[in-house]
Protein backbone atom coordinates (compact mmCIF):
# COMPACT_ATOMS: atom_id res chain seq x y z
CA UNK A 1 0.00 0.00 0.00
CA UNK A 2 1.10 3.34 -1.10
CA UNK A 3 2.32 6.13 1.75
CA UNK A 4 0.64 8.83 -0.91
CA UNK A 5 -1.88 10.75 0.39
CA UNK A 6 -4.99 10.80 -2.32
CA UNK A 7 -6.19 13.92 -3.97
CA UNK A 8 -9.25 14.65 -5.71
CA UNK A 9 -10.01 17.96 -7.25
CA UNK A 10 -13.28 18.88 -8.37
CA UNK A 11 -14.77 21.06 -10.55
CA UNK A 12 -17.80 21.07 -13.09
CA UNK A 13 -16.38 20.56 -16.50
CA UNK A 14 -13.06 18.59 -15.47
CA UNK A 15 -11.79 20.89 -18.64
CA UNK A 16 -9.12 23.22 -17.37
CA UNK A 17 -8.89 24.64 -13.78
CA UNK A 18 -9.11 21.08 -11.91
CA UNK A 19 -6.61 19.35 -14.94
CA UNK A 20 -4.67 22.06 -14.78
CA UNK A 21 -4.21 22.11 -10.60
CA UNK A 22 -3.95 18.07 -11.28
CA UNK A 23 -0.78 18.60 -13.36
CA UNK A 24 0.72 21.22 -10.92
CA UNK A 25 0.37 18.52 -7.85
CA UNK A 26 1.65 15.66 -10.11
CA UNK A 27 4.51 17.57 -11.11
CA UNK A 28 5.53 19.61 -7.82
CA UNK A 29 4.46 16.69 -5.53
CA UNK A 30 4.03 13.75 -7.55
CA UNK A 31 6.19 11.96 -4.96
CA UNK A 32 3.75 12.64 -1.61
CA UNK A 33 0.16 12.62 -3.96
CA UNK A 34 -1.48 10.59 -5.65
CA UNK A 35 -3.68 13.09 -7.54
CA UNK A 36 -7.00 12.83 -9.35
CA UNK A 37 -9.63 14.95 -11.01
CA UNK A 38 -12.93 14.60 -12.09
CA UNK A 39 -16.48 17.31 -13.00
CA UNK A 40 -20.25 16.81 -12.73
CA UNK A 41 -20.22 17.29 -16.40
CA UNK A 42 -17.35 16.72 -17.85
CA UNK A 43 -16.63 17.78 -21.25
CA UNK A 44 -13.13 17.09 -22.09
CA UNK A 45 -9.96 18.93 -21.95
CA UNK A 46 -9.32 21.95 -23.07
CA UNK A 47 -6.76 23.03 -25.32
CA UNK A 48 -5.86 26.16 -24.35
CA UNK A 49 -4.91 24.13 -20.83
CA UNK A 50 -2.42 21.93 -22.52
CA UNK A 51 -1.00 24.81 -24.12
CA UNK A 52 -0.51 26.40 -20.79
CA UNK A 53 0.61 23.92 -18.92
CA UNK A 54 2.71 23.44 -22.07
CA UNK A 55 4.72 26.60 -21.18
CA UNK A 56 5.17 25.38 -18.01
CA UNK A 57 6.86 22.22 -18.72
CA UNK A 58 4.35 20.32 -17.57
CA UNK A 59 2.28 17.71 -20.48
CA UNK A 60 -1.33 17.02 -19.84
CA UNK A 61 -2.06 16.09 -23.15
CA UNK A 62 -3.00 12.53 -22.52
CA UNK A 63 -5.47 13.41 -19.82
CA UNK A 64 -9.00 13.05 -20.27
CA UNK A 65 -12.24 14.33 -18.62
CA UNK A 66 -13.45 12.34 -15.84
CA UNK A 67 -17.15 12.33 -14.25
CA UNK A 68 -16.80 12.52 -10.42
CA UNK A 69 -18.72 8.80 -10.80
CA UNK A 70 -15.90 7.35 -11.72
CA UNK A 71 -14.65 7.52 -8.14
CA UNK A 72 -17.48 6.85 -6.42
CA UNK A 73 -16.75 4.31 -3.22
CA UNK A 74 -13.23 5.71 -3.37
CA UNK A 75 -11.54 7.12 -0.45
CA UNK A 76 -9.51 10.62 -0.70
CA UNK A 77 -7.46 12.09 1.68
CA UNK A 78 -8.31 15.50 0.47
CA UNK A 79 -10.90 16.60 -2.09
CA UNK A 80 -10.25 20.10 -3.55
CA UNK A 81 -12.76 21.94 -4.94
CA UNK A 82 -11.99 24.49 -7.89
Known amino acids: MSDK ?3 LILCTGNSA ?9 RHGAGE ?3 VES ?4 PGGVRP ?3 AV ?3 LGIDI ?9 EFEGQEFDYVITV
Open 5 to 7: KRV
Open 17 to 25: RSQMAEGLL
Open 32 to 34: RFA
Open 38 to 41: AGTK
Open 48 to 50: EAI
Open 53 to 55: MRE
Open 61 to 69: SAHRSKHVD
